[in-house]
């Protein structure tokens, strides 16, 4: 199993310009998530997706959008990039019970210049 | 809006010294509260899930606690070694499917 996977693992904007970061877990879960990791902030989640179908909005969506592709894959976009998302994406998964623990993939460093 | 704080954000002891690290919280409706280790530049790994209704859990060397009454949880570390050198986060689920971190606990074992 190679458990939650990110593409790509670095990436340098303009600003303006737009991408999508891609997420992939192979565990057959039902939750996943997007969350941006700054220096002296934590984690902060951006969106989540509870079910295939369903996706809500975390702490800090502005700016954002998401995709449930399918059960495996939960993609997130930054329309018009700007330099306060210079950022460190991570993306994770959990089965939907209340009991279950989050499993995190690597990573994508993003810097918009 | 939940709140989660980690003290200290760092630490540093010598290698076979037991140690604790502490997470508290602002909301005490919970559902749980899970123990990560993060190596820098890499993700985030598992170390111990508590549910709400538990008091404590262990994995090896790690044992972690949970008063939820009181909004705080530790991470107690025996006998630390240079290879638990990470930064460590704590993260609670409140009501709905949110997910609150703390901003971590860089810890360094020195040989």
């Known amino acids: 199993n190679a458990g939650v996977t990110q593409t790509p693992k670095f990436q340098v904007l303009k600003t303006g310009q737009s991408m999508t970061l891609q997420c992939a877990q192979d565990m057959n879960h039902n939750s996943m998530y997007w969350y941006r990791q700054d220096p002296g902030m934590g984690l902060r989640l951006i969106y989540y997706s509870a079910s295939e179908g369903t996706t809500d909005k975390g702490e800090v969506p502005n700016g954002y959008n998401v995709s449930r592709l399918n059960k495996r894959e939960f993609s997130l976009r930054l329309e018009s990039a700007a330099p306060s998302q210079t950022s460190v994406y991570f993306c994770?998964?959990?089965?939907?019970?209340?009991?279950?623990?989050?499993?995190f993939g690597p990573g994508t460093r993003l810097t918009v210049l | 809006k939940q709140e989660v704080t980690q003290i200290p954000a760092a630490l540093s002891v010598p290698e076979g010294e037991n140690l604790v690290l502490n997470c508290s919280f602002t909301?005490?409706?919970?559902?749980?509260l899970q123990w990560f280790r993060q190596d820098p530049g890499k993700g985030l790994t598992s170390l111990l899930l508590i549910q709400s209704s538990q008091r404590e859990q262990t994995s090896g060397r790690l044992n972690a606690s949970l008063d939820k009454s009181s909004g705080r949880s530790t991470l107690y570390i025996a006998a630390s070694q240079p290879g638990d050198s990470a930064t460590y986060l704590c993260?609670?689920?409140?009501?709905?499917?949110?997910?609150?971190f703390g901003t971590g606990t860089s810890l360094t074992v020195i040989p």
């Open positions: 909301d005490s409706a919970i559902y749980n």
């Open positions: 994770a998964s959990r089965d939907g019970s209340s009991y279950n623990e989050q499993f």
């Open positions: 993260a609670v689920r409140s009501v709905g499917n949110q997910f609150y």
